[in-house]
């Protein structure tokens, strides 16, 4: 690995799995926002999109976390991506190979925009009476430059009460001031601080990175796939309650909204089957059907289980892509 | 001298005129000369030699998805080359139609069709004019955040096609982080729409295909991208720097530390005297910023004044003299600051990013410098450089690259021209790892001969350098013929990546033949 501390890039060789690059990155006391991977694969099975890369960074994607790549082409040549914090030399070339699923070359190595580590993180919890008013007081304040590190908002048990817990970190003053504006903003909507669940950081802390997506404590079932998709605020609420009305009968699910980006945010959901484990490809069904009633963006369908179907095949296929894929 | 001019046939132009209307397709000369050029500096170059090399057989203004679907599906038809036109701001010559034939331009899909505040952002037609949008927007408390020095005479269509950044781009971003997603026309006619919604690295991201394809690919028609409340405040910030590293680190450790400051540039020595000269703020702070210049810095002022107005163009002649002056100027750089927000925001980062400057700076300039920079900002980029008219040419090179390669790259530039043409440099479009660097260059040749090759040279060194340093050859300007030559080495192997797209979307290479390199997808009978 090789490190400019002075342009924060470091050079990484992408068979590497990402844990191990970051372990490396904070003994040198930076780190590229990597929060807890289960199942981990190498990172390039990340940036080829065989997998979804959770940085904790809250708004940003895998895509953005790397500053250029060294791609080998299918005629063996091997290329470096120009290094530059932006262009508009033409099309981002780069991103016909990241998500492409290894069909524009294999990304041997990249160079990952990293951070220092953080002087401070401050963390808390609030319950909101309903997902629509926690869902809106997040979308504002990340509207208005003041979105945290990291965040999980979801609807614990039966309850019609939302919990969103967050966490900023950084230099202490920004971190400070970000923090304290989050939860003026919160308070003024209506929402109250609450204990922050089990795992999750409260106040002032020292550990780095964002707590797990999904409560593994409940252990009456078994998660068998992970959705995940990309929709817009407006839908956000819609789509988290219905798919938790649907469950009831025929599974159980948790929906976590994880990532909240200006104009949409990305939901994440563990499925379970309370019933045979033959009805994981229906479940995937019905759910991705869901996600298009409500216009979202299906990114990641994994199989937890054994033995199941691909599930990708429930992904829609886009016609454009599908015919540059062919193309190159 | 009129050259390259083909007629379209009589009836070619009736089917034009059937799809858009009579009155909206154009074939006299003087609308076909004006659209055979944009903003290149070259192209004014043509015109003052009496010359225009690439005329376009017609001028065609749809005002609907539907008029441009029925235009492109003609021109692949009827194997029309077709050059898309939004303002003609572009300083690459994007926008000249090197193989003639048709410009669509997209002037008339000027409205603004949707704000959705929800999801903070709105859907608008390509040919709406920055500026226009931007205060139909602040009329509803809304910015969109897209400030470059061409906003009067700019379009969004351009703004995506060509990458383009605005001056808060620290802030807001540059075009690829406000484009959220576009309706496209491709070579034929067929019309689609690019994901609206985050890819997170699953799927290809569409976007950033488009994005930059400067009309090679098909005409963008409409643009859905992010907007902004509207600032409540605004502190500004300016300081003298000792040289250029100092300023520059300055600026690396703002952003470095999660900060956002809406601007940040810093000028390099001489065009800290430009600014200095032109930028004297306010009463006050003039005087102190005219009190801290040396004896030399004051005759170099007077001087430039004294060559603006009579001699620029035999001063111009010598640069390596001129560039040898400015040398000995004792170090002196000027960082301008602004941070905009609520009160708080505004006030907070203005705090921290004092806190960051004060050790490194040699002079708090207080408000004045940023203020009277704000006021002036637009003031040169829609208007012709006066060194023209002096007989001189200019030109602007922005290239980028990451904060460890940013001094070495500079000074490797100003050595590779020195001889020939009169340079000088800001730095601005801060990120976490690097930052823009704004070249102008001027220079005054023998005769108009001379002229273009001395114009073509200098830019062959200066990209060659800029690939040599590890820059990209450009941030914010686009390609277009200007830079196309060198974009093989941009891309590397990964051209013929670009070039099966372009096969694959526009097989017949009708669209903008020329651009983005240099014989991609351009069927022969194109090729200029």
Redesign the interface.
């Known amino acids: 690995m090789k490190i400019?501390g002075?342009?924060?890039?470091a050079t990484v060789n992408c068979a590497e799995k990402p844990s191990a690059i970051e372990g490396e990155l904070r003994k040198s006391a930076f780190t590229f926002g990597l929060g807890i991977i289960e199942n981990e694969y190498a990172l390039k099975d990340?940036?080829?999109?065989e997998a979804?890369?959770d940085p904790y960074i809250s708004g940003a994607?895998?895509?953005g976390l790397c500053?250029s790549i060294t791609?080998r082409?299918p005629?063996g040549?091997?290329?470096?991506?120009?290094?530059?914090?932006?262009?508009?030399?033409?099309?981002?070339?780069?991103?016909?190979?990241?998500?492409?699923g290894f069909n524009?070359g294999t990304i041997e190595e990249c160079a990952l925009?990293i951070?220092?580590l953080p002087e401070k993180h401050m963390a808390a919890t609030y319950i909101a009476k309903d997902l629509k008013t926690a869902i809106d007081t997040l979308?504002i304040r990340v509207?208005?430059?003041n979105a945290p590190a990291w965040l999980r908002l979801t609807l614990p048990g039966d309850s019609e009460q939302a919990r969103l817990s967050f966490g900023f970190e950084?230099?202490s003053?920004?971190c400070e001031?970000h923090f304290e504006?989050f939860c003026k903003a919160c308070s003024a909507g209506g929402l109250s601080r609450a204990q922050a669940p089990a795992g999750y950081p409260d106040g002032e802390h020292n550990v780095i990175g964002a707590p797990p997506l999904f409560d593994s404590t409940d252990a009456t079932h078994r998660a068998e796939f992970q959705l995940?998709l990309?929709?817009?605020?407006?839908n956000c609420a819609g789509f988290m309650l219905e798919a938790g009305r649907r469950s009831a009968g025929i599974y159980y699910q948790q929906s976590v909204l994880c990532?909240a980006?200006?104009?949409?945010a990305?939901i994440s959901m563990h499925a379970y089957s309370s019933g045979m484990r033959g009805w994981v490809s229906d479940e995937a069904r019905e759910l991705c059907g869901l996600a298009q009633k409500y216009s979202?963006?299906v990114?990641?369908l994994i199989d937890l289980g054994g033995g199941n179907p691909d599930l990708k095949k429930f992904i829609p296929s886009?016609p454009?892509?599908e015919?540059?894929r062919?193309?190159? | 001298m009129i050259n390259n001019r083909k007629s379209l046939s009589d009836s070619q132009v009736s089917e034009l005129r059937r799809i858009v209307g009579e009155d909206n397709v154009r074939t006299g000369d003087a609308d076909c000369w004006a659209l055979s050029r944009d903003m290149w500096p070259k192209t004014v170059l043509w015109t003052r030699h009496g010359n225009a090399p690439h005329m376009p057989d017609a001028v065609v203004l749809p005002s609907s998805t539907a008029e441009v679907s029925a235009l492109l599906k003609w021109a692949e038809n009827e194997r029309v080359a077709v050059t898309p036109y939004g303002a003609g701001s572009g300083v690459c010559g994007g926008g000249v139609p090197l193989a003639g034939g048709i410009v669509i331009d997209m002037k008339r899909m000027n409205r603004l069709l949707k704000i959705?505040r929800?999801?903070?952002?709105i859907d608008v037609e390509p040919g709406i004019y920055g500026e226009r949008l931007e205060r139909m927007l602040n009329s509803q408390g809304l910015t969109h955040g897209h400030f470059p020095s061409s906003i009067y005479c700019s379009s969004v269509g351009g703004y995506v096609a060509?990458?383009?950044?605005g001056q808060a781009s620290s802030?807001y971003g540059?075009m690829?982080d406000m484009l959220?997603g576009m309706e496209i026309v491709l070579p034929g006619g067929e019309i689609?729409e690019?994901?609206?919604?985050?890819?997170?690295?699953?799927?290809?991201?569409?976007n950033?295909?488009?994005?930059?394809?400067?009309g090679t690919?098909g005409i963008i028609t409409r643009v859905r991208m992010?907007i902004?409340?509207l600032a409540t405040e605004r502190r500004y910030l300016a300081y003298h720097f000792p040289g250029v590293k100092a300023g520059l680190d300055a600026m690396?450790h703002i952003m470095?530390?999660?900060?956002?400051p809406a601007v940040l540039r810093l000028y390099d020595e001489f065009d800290t005297i430009i600014a200095g000269t032109h930028g004297a703020p306010g009463p006050q702070e003039e005087t102190a910023i005219v009190e801290q210049r040396s004896r030399f810095e004051i005759m170099m002022d007077d001087l430039f004044s004294y060559m603006k107005k009579s001699s620029l163009k035999s001063v111009l002649k010598h640069p390596s003299l001129l560039n040898s002056a400015i040398r000995r100027l004792p170090a002196k750089c000027l960082l301008v600051i602004v941070c905009e927000?609520?009160k708080?925001?505004a006030e907070?980062e203005a705090r921290?990013i004092a806190g960051i400057c004060r050790p490194l700076a040699m002079t708090d300039l207080g408000e004045g410098p940023a203020r009277y920079w704000e006021k002036h900002r637009y003031k040169i980029s829609y208007k012709q450089s006066k060194v023209f008219d002096a007989g001189a040419w200019v030109d602007t090179m922005e290239v980028?690259?990451?904060?460890?390669?940013v001094e070495k790259l500079y000074q490797a530039v100003r050595r590779a021209v020195h001889k020939k043409v009169f340079i000088m440099a800001h730095f601005s479009?801060a990120?976490?790892?690097?930052?823009?660097i704004y070249f102008s260059f001027s220079r005054a040749s023998a005769g108009p001969d001379a002229e273009l090759a001395d114009y073509d040279d200098t830019w062959r060194t200066a990209l060659r350098t800029v690939h040599e340093n590890?820059?990209?050859?450009?941030?914010?300007?686009?390609?277009g013929c200007n830079?196309a030559p060198f974009?093989p080495d941009?891309?590397?192997?990964?051209k013929?990546?670009?070039v099966?797209?372009k096969?694959?979307?526009d097989p017949h290479g009708i669209m903008n033949p020329g651009k983005?390199?240099p014989d991609s997808g351009m069927a022969k009978e194109f090729r200029p």
């Open positions: 400019d002075y342009s924060l890039l990340y940036l080829h999109g979804l890369l994607d895998a895509a500053a791609v082409l005629d040549r091997t290329q470096k991506s120009v290094e530059t914090p932006r262009s508009a030399a033409g099309p981002d070339l780069r991103f016909l190979i990241l998500g492409s524009g925009r951070r220092h979308r509207q208005n430059f950084g230099a003053q920004l001031g504006d995940s990309a929709l817009s605020w407006k990532k980006f200006h104009h949409a990305i979202g963006r990114l990641e886009d454009l892509f015919r540059i062919r193309a190159i | 959705d929800d999801n903070m952002c060509a990458r383009s950044a802030r540059k690829e959220i689609i690019t994901s609206a919604l985050p890819s997170s690295t699953a799927r290809p991201e569409l950033q295909i488009f994005l930059g394809s400067e690919l992010r902004h409340t690396r470095q530390s999660g900060l956002q927000g609520d708080v925001q907070r921290l980028a690259v990451k904060w460890s390669e479009h990120y976490v790892d690097g930052c823009c590890g820059g990209t050859i450009t941030h914010h300007h686009g390609v830079k974009m941009e891309y590397g192997a990964l013929n990546m670009y099966k797209i096969n694959e979307l983005l390199l």
